[in-house]
T-cell receptor
Framework: EPEVTQTPSHQVTQMGQEVILRCVPI?????FYWYRQILGQKVEFLVS????????KSEIFDDQFSVERPDGSNFTLKIRSTKLEDSAMYFC?????????????FGSGTQLSVL | GNSVTQMEGPVTLSEEAFLTINCTYT??????LFWYVQYPGEGLQLLLK?????DKGSNKGFEATYRKETTSFHLEKGSVQVSDSAVYFC??????????FGQGTELSVKP
């Protein structure tokens, strides 16, 4: 079965540093998402991306965050200047363009630790 | 607004025990409801779904019924196995909207 791939599985960084989390969505999918889960809390929506632009973002997704699909296969989440509270598990997801939310395929996540 | 509340974990059961994980929701309109599962080291996977009131979603022996009157979507399984140990997430999606998750419930099944 095709899968969404995320790298790295664990990322440790110093506060104030930039990090890039990488995702390779399923190849024929058109909609891409980032979610995150702070330890012990809910999985939170960050951003959705379609047709090379952001289609929706949450209040968490401020100017420190950006997303990019640089080469037609990767989908990246950049945090410009990390804060302690950015420590979380970040999930990438993708779906085909059939309009059904439930056919979301998730990656296994990147655990980001900001020290 | 839309939200999902799940019972607190971790839940620890013996093999072949009956499982219930409670999930209640708040939503405007008529959302679809889902259970996702995350096995250790893997991504979130759709376990089952229901798209309208009184629908029952089922998969791998798990069931959940969309109860509009009680705004609930409790997950049940009659006889759990060690391989069911995972984190279970209840979620909803309003029509055309994004997935909104609960906080997850960790299930640990002992032999």
């Amino acid at each position: 079965e095709p899968e969404v791939t995320q790298t790295p599985s664990h990322q440790v960084t110093q506060m104030g540093q930039e990090v890039i989390l990488r995702c390779v969505p399923i190849s024929n999918h058109l909609y891409f998402y980032w979610y995150r889960q702070i330890l012990g809390q809910k999985v939170e929506f960050l951003v959705s991306f379609y047709n090379n632009e952001i289609s929706e973002k949450s209040e968490i997704f401020d100017d420190q965050f950006s997303v990019e699909r640089p080469d037609g296969s990767n989908f990246t989440l950049k945090i410009r200047s990390t804060k302690l509270e950015d420590s979380a598990m970040y999930f990438c997801a993708s779906r085909a363009g059939d309009g059904t939310n439930e056919k979301l395929f998730f990656g296994s996540g990147t655990q980001l630790s900001v020290l | 607004g839309n939200s999902v509340t799940q019972m607190e974990g971790p839940v620890t059961l013996s093999e072949e025990a009956f499982l219930t994980i409670n999930c209640t929701y708040t939503a405007t309109g008529y959302p679809s409801l889902f259970w996702y599962v995350q096995y250790p080291g893997e991504g979130l996977q759709l376990l089952l779904k229901a798209t309208k009131a009184d629908d029952k979603g089922s998969n791998k022996g798990f069931e959940a019924t969309y109860r509009k009157e009680t705004t609930s979507f409790h997950l049940e399984k009659g006889s759990v196995q060690v391989s069911d140990s995972a984190v279970y997430f209840c979620a909803l999606a309003p029509p055309g909207g994004k997935l909104i998750f609960g906080q997850g419930t960790e299930l640990s099944v002992k032999p």
